[in-house]
Structures are given as structure tokens and as C-alpha cells.
């Protein structure tokens, strides 16, 4: 690979069945990903499924157990990590204790002999707002003082290939905003790729033109943003990305549009095609931001869901919408958020209330279920309902 | 590791801030009184009789208090070849050393990283020789490169070595017994700074498209400086001061002299009190310069 000058374009990166085993341990699992050239792919996941890995494969770091690695269609499964096109911003930045800031940064330049090294990265020094700090040893700088030298340490070398592993995780808001808009400038200017692994989701969302969730060594889900926030197909997804109210129950009636699904005794209905499992007890959802909250119950009127009534449970304002929980007999707690248009929170703890929602909001999950929630217990609505279903079942029938 | 105490941890530039405080004062004390006993009054004792004059009509080693600064003169005319071999010899053992536990010291703390026992093992190998007195191994190499040994008269059939040549008693022997015998005092410290090293800095500059050697050059070497510079002092101090190694009884001979030897035969055979102590002084002070530019050059005077 020429590497006597940048990158003119990104390339695609392509993982074919990629599997990482550690000694008693499967990292990465049969992993099958594109990545076309120029996009912007985030990935995000739990801490611990992989992501990093996933990263030190594709920079050479690590040897898959199987599989193959192609850059720009390239295969660089057995080239070593120097001749790989590619840059990392490392997750523990790894800057080396014994040069100043402008020789780190330089370090990638002057290794490919590109000329004016000094003088490049300076200028990237400045994107990212240290060059007045250039002659200082990383050991003087603030931690998010160092995570921007290890990101101008990467970009400045204009990789066809850059992977960053939460590089901006060490900022405040105010510069982080700032640090997205740059990374996202230097990308689409010149058509690089990125692979970026972030915790932030709204990062991922904002930033990204392909978003993939990682769960495991796996990628459960991955595609736009909106379509992945609105159509999740796990309830790993829809708990991991946003929050969503998730209910367990049987396919009553199904039907060319829709599906009917008997919870806890309410009929709730779900278009067909967002649904990704059409018979036998099924999983389903709903964004707590579509639910319409009503404080005498609605006229019921076709394509739309009404739930209630429910017991306001807990208040919580946060500024531009409002956090309601809603126990309902039967169903369990329901999340709200609504827009705050009237001063002060609509409804108040204790307060009967209804719930509505349009069909076509809904979404049905492809999780077997009953099986073992894939998601600690915590923050798993999905097992949080189907176990509140079992013991209201169980209840019922008792009494 | 025991070991750490030798190497310093320099690359951390820590600026902890000095209080001086009673307590300190008096945690000093101990050791201040130790330096002040063991090492200022020798060395004012030392200084002055190398000033000294012989008694008139006096004994052999009868000496009085005088202020002759022409002693040095007269050892630095007599003995000079002996303090640039004394120098010569330390430096070719201080390399040969560095060469040999360079790579030892960075496979026991790198590459041995992921299996502990292997690791100890091999340090254990590296400081085993310390349980054998200093003396019986430099007598055993004496044997092993005598004349009639196997070894010489393998190097003979070879050709490598010419019919009438020798081993013991040539420079070769006195820089390898110097060499064998310093030689853990290189190794622990470099092995200490390299059992330190973050392999992620490694890891950074192969991403960065240096080749293994590149990184081993720009990242792995100035990142174990701190060990490689106790290391050589640790061996250079010691073997330019030697007077085993290089005499006659051992593995030296009248032509391999250095100026530890001097001393010792002025000292304990002729009996010339002011000379060995005017060629001790004289080898300190030189020392002592040597080292300090060399600290000073290796940009590592933190670690003074
Ligand atoms: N060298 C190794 N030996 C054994 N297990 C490892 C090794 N490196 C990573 N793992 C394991 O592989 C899994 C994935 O690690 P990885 O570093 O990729 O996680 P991650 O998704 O980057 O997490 P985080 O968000 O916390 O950075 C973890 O469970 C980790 O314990
Ligand atoms: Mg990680």
C-alpha cells in the first residue's frame, strides 16, 4: 500500500466471518460487517461486548482466530499493523511519555517521510485546540487535553481508514459538540471512513450514517439511526438505544395489517409488517415519547392504542419534557415522556390516567420468548414485564 | 520487585512538593551520621596522606603530615597508561555488557511477560552466579582459558588463535572477566524499566506505521534509558576501579595492569602510602567527571 501521502478517499472495511476467541473466552463472534467507503459508522454496545476488540482487529493489534479482514478490498488479514492503512485513537490514548505533544503528533508523519511534518501538526493541533501547548510532555496535560492530542494524533495522518475508540469520551459537552463537529468536517471532506465507538447514543445518532449495536461479540442491529431508534428488532435494541415500554403476550388475531396481542387482558395492536414474529407469545413495544397521556378515558377510535387506566407512580421534570410512571393493573409501569407545552407537569402522583398511542408507532420484537433476558435484569423492561405478567397470572389465579 | 530500588522510574516526572519538616530531619539523621563516620573521614583521611612526605632516615611506610602536591604529578607521569587502560577496559566491558543484557533484559521483561515462572527462572539464572564467591568464578575462567585447556587448543586447530597465543593474560581476558563479572548489575536495572514497559506505547507505534525496529528505536529504547543509564554506571564505576580481574593471579598479567592493581601493590606491597592514595583520589575525581558529563549528555540527571 502507497503510504508516502494521505488517503485522496476512504476505504470500505470488510469483516467476513470474523470470530475472536481469548483463552477461554469468545470476544467477537462470527462477525459480518461492510462498511462502505466514506460513511461514518458508529458502534455501540455495553462496555465488554467487544467493540474494542473488534477495533484492534481491524488495526492489526490482534490476530482473528478466523476469518478475514478486507480494506479497500484488499485482504489485510495477515499484514502486519504498520502496513495498514489505518489509524486508531486508542481508548487509552497511548501517547508516548517521552516526546512532546507536536513530536506525538508528528510521529505518524515523519515514519511515512511526508514533508512539512512539524508544520502539519501544528494545524492539527489546532483543530483540536492544543497547539499553544505543543512543547509540553503528555504527562502535563489534563485527561481530555490528552484524549485530543491522541485524536489529532490519528487524524492528522488522513487514513483511509480511521477508528476511533471513544474518542471524545473525556470532554465536556461544550467541546465534545465542538470536537463532533470537526471529526465530522474532516470526514466528509475528504471522504474518509470512520468506525467510531462511542458510549453516547446520541453521538452515535447524531454523528453517524450507520449505527450498529454490538451485544456480546454479535451485531444485533445496525442501520440508520431513525430506522434503528424506531424500529427496533431486539429488545437488547430498543432498551439499549433510548427507552422503550415493552409488553409480553399472545397473538390473538393476525391479520393482513395488523396483529392483535392479548396483555395482561388489554387488545393491543401492531402494524404486521413492524412486527418480526406474527404468532405464539410475542414481545412488543412502544417509545415512551409517542404515548399521549389523558386524564378521563378516551373515546376509543380505530388505529390507536389506549391503555388505562393507570396510577401516576413518579413525576420527574427535566426542563423540555416531563417523565411519567404509570402503573397500570396488569401491564406493570409505563413510561411517559411528554413535552412540557403547559407550565409545570400535567399530571400529578397518584392520578387516575390514560394512555394512547397510534398503531403504527408500535413495533414487535424477534426475541424468543421466555428465554434468559440478554440484558441485566435492571434495565430489561421486556423481562420486567414478562415477569410482572407471570405473577399477576399466577395471582389471579390463585384468587 | 527488590530489583527497583536499582532501576529509577524516571519516566514519571512526578513534581512532588518538598516539605521540609522535623521528621524528615530526624529520618535523615541515621544516615547522615553513616556518611559523615564511613564516608567523609576516610576520604579526608585518604586526601591527606596523599600529601604526605616520607620520614627522613625513617623506616619503609613511615610517613609524615606535609603538603606535597607533587605526588600527583608523580603518579600521573608513572601510572597514566595504567588509568587509560583502567578506563579503556571498563568502557569495552561496559558495552559488551550493555549488548548482552539488552536482549536478556528485554525478553525476561517483555517477551517472557505471559509466563511468570519463566520469568523468574530466568532471573534467578541472572543473579545465581552471585551465590558463587566473585573470586572462585574468576579463578574457574582462569582454568577455562588456560594454556593447556580444551578451549585454547580448540582455538588453535581453528587457526583462530595463532600457535604461541594465549587467552588468560591478554586484554581479551581481562574485558571478558570484567564483562562476566558485572554483568547482572546491567541486566537488573534495564530489566526493571523494561518490565514496565507499556506494551501499548508498542501497540501506538506500529498504528503509526513504524516498523518494528522503528519502534524499537523511537519508542521501546529512550522509554528504558532511565535502566540502560543505571546499568552502565553500575557497571562502569565498579569494573574502572578492578584490580581482580586484570592481575596476574587472576586473569591479567604485568601487561594488562590497570590502576586498581597499582594501588593495590603500592598499598599493600610497597608500602607507598601517599602514591596509592594520591592514585585513589586521582581515580575517584576522574570518575566522578566521567560520570557526570555522561549523565549530563544522557539528559538523565533526574536520576542523580
Ligand atoms: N487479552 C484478552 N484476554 C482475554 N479476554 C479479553 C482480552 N481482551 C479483551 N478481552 C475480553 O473481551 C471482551 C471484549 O473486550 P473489549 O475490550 O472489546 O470490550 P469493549 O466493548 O471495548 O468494552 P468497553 O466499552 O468497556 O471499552 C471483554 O469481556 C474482555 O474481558
Ligand atoms: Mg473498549
Redesign the pocket.
Known amino acids: 500500500m502507497a503510504q508516502s501521502d494521505f488517503a485522496e478517499a476512504g476505504a470500505d472495511l470488510e469483516l467476513v466471518g470474523i470470530t475472536k476467541r ?2 477461554g ?1 469468545t ?1 467477537i463472534d462470527e462477525l459480518d460487517l461492510l462498511i462502505p467507503a466514506g460513511s461514518f459508522f458508529a458502534l455501540l ?10 477495533l ?1 482487529l481491524v488495526a492489526g493489534l490482534e490476530e482473528p482466530t478466523s476469518g478475514r479482514i478486507l480494506i479497500g478490498g484488499k485482504d489485510v488479514t495477515g499484514t502486519k499493523s504498520f502496513k495498514r492503512p489505518v489509524n486508531t485513537v486508542f ?1 487509552s490514548y497511548a501517547l508516548f511519555p517521552h516526546m512532546s505533544v507536536l513530536e506525538n503528533v508528528a510521529f505518524g508523519l515523519r515514519r511515512r517521510g511526508i514533508s512539512d511534518a512539524a508544520g502539519k501538526a501544528h494545524e492539527a493541533l489546532r483543530l483540536v485546540e492544543l497547539d499553544h501547548l505543543a512543547a509540553r510532555k503528555p504527562q502535563q496535560l489534563s485527561g481530555g487535553q490528552q484524549q485530543r492530542v491522541a485524536l489529532a494524533r490519528a487524524v492528522v495522518n488522513r487514513p483511509a481508514l480511521l477508528l476511533l ?2 474518542p471524545l469520551g473525556a470532554l465536556d459537552l461544550k467541546l465534545r459538540r465542538q470536537m463532533q463537529l470537526e471529526l465530522k468536517s474532516i470526514q466528509s471532506e475528504v471522504g474518509l471512513t470512520f468506525l467510531h ?1 462511542t ?1 453516547d447514543q446520541e453521538e452515535a445518532m447524531t454523528m453517524a450514517d450507520t449505527v450498529a449495536v ?1 451485544n456480546k ?1 454479535r451485531i444485533e442491529q445496525m442501520g440508520a439511526p431513525e430506522e434503528l431508534y424506531e424500529l427496533p428488532k431486539t429488545a437488547f435494541v430498543a432498551n439499549f438505544l433510548g427507552q422503550s415500554n415493552l409488553f409480553t403476550g399472545d397473538v390473538t388475531s393476525s391479520e393482513k395489517a395488523s396483529i392483535i396481542v392479548d396483555v395482561g387482558g388489554v387488545k393491543i395492536e401492531v402494524p404486521t409488517s413492524r412486527a418480526q414474529r406474527h404468532t405464539g407469545e410475542v414481545t412488543i413495544g412502544v417509545r415512551p415519547e409517542k404515548l399521549m397521556l389523558y386524564t378521563s378515558a378516551p373515546t376509543a377510535t380505530p388505529g390507536v392504542n389506549v391503555l388505562g387506566p393507570g396510577r401516576v407512580t413518579d413525576v420527574s421534570f427535566s426542563g423540555v419534557s416531563t417523565q411519567y410512571l404509570v402503573a397500570v393493573p396488569g401491564l406493570g409501569v409505563i413510561t411517559v415522556f411528554a413535552q412540557n407545552m403547559e407550565f409545570g407537569p400535567v399530571a400529578h402522583i397518584g392520578e387516575e390516567i390514560w394512555m394512547s398511542w397510534k398503531v403504527e408507532h408500535g413495533f414487535g420484537l424477534a426475541d424468543e420468548p421466555g428465554i434468559v433476558p440478554r440484558f441485566s435484569a435492571d434495565t430489561d423492561t421486556a423481562t420486567i414485564a414478562t415477569q410482572r405478567r407471570h405473577q399477576l397470572l399466577a395471582e389471579i389465579e390463585e384468587g | 520487585m527488590a530489583f527497583a530500588a536499582i532501576g529509577s522510574n524516571s519516566t514519571q516526572t512526578e513534581q512532588v512538593p518538598r516539605r521540609r519538616s522535623k521528621v524528615a530531619i530526624i529520618l535523615l539523621l541515621p544516615g547522615l551520621a553513616y556518611l559523615a563516620l564511613f564516608f567523609l573521614t576516610p576520604l579526608v583521611s585518604l586526601v591527606m596522606t596523599s600529601l604526605q612526605t616520607p620520614v627522613e632516615f625513617g623506616d619503609v611506610g613511615q610517613y609524615q603530615a606535609a603538603f606535597q602536591i607533587e605526588n600527583y604529578a608523580i603518579v600521573v607521569g608513572a601510572y597514566w597508561p595504567h588509568f587509560l587502560r583502567a578506563f579503556g577496559y571498563a568502557l569495552a566491558a561496559t558495552f559488551f555488557a550493555l549488548v548482552i543484557s539488552y536482549p536478556l533484559a528485554y525478553f525476561i521483561g517483555v517477551k517472557a511477560r505471559r509466563w511468570p515462572l519463566l520469568q523468574a527462572l530466568m532471573l534467578t539464572l541472572v543473579i545465581a552466579p552471585f551465590f558463587i564467591s566473585f573470586l572462585l568464578r574468576t579463578l574457574a575462567w582462569k582454568q577455562l582459558m588456560s594454556d593447556d585447556s580444551g578451549l585454547v587448543s580448540a582455538l588453535k586447530t581453528l587457526t583462530i588463535l595463532p600457535a604461541d597465543g594465549h587467552l588468560t593474560g591478554t586484554a581479551f581476558s581481562v574485558i571478558f572477566g570484567l564483562t562476566y563479572n558485572f554483568l547482572p548489575f546491567m541486566t537488573l536495572p534495564i530489566y526493571t524499566t523494561l518490565e514496565r514497559l507499556d506494551t501499548r506505547y508498542l501497540e501506538a507505534g506500529a498504528d503509526l506505521y513504524a516498523s518494528p525496529f522503528t519502534t524499537f528505536w523511537r519508542v521501546t529504547v529512550p522509554l528504558s534509558m532511565p535502566g540502560v543509564v543505571s546499568g552502565t554506571l553500575l557497571t562502569f564505576i565498579p569494573a574502572s576501579g578492578d584490580y581482580i580481574n586484570a592481575s596476574a593471579s587472576f586473569l591479567g598479567s604485568a601487561q594488562t595492569q590497570m590502576v586498581g592493581n597499582v594501588i593495590e601493590s603500592q598499598f599493600i606491597s610497597l608500602l607507598n602510602y601517599p602514591q596509592a592514595s594520591a592514585l585513589s583520589v586521582l581515580l575517584m575525581g576522574l570518575i566522578l567527571l566521567i560520570v557526570a558529563l555522561y549523565v549530563k549528555r544522557s539528559g538523565t540527571e533526574d536520576l542523580l
Open positions: 481469548f483463552p473466552f470476544a454496545g455495553p462496555s465488554g461486548c467487544g467493540k474494542t476488540t473488534t484492534r481508548q475508540d471513544e465507538v458510549h454490538m461479540g
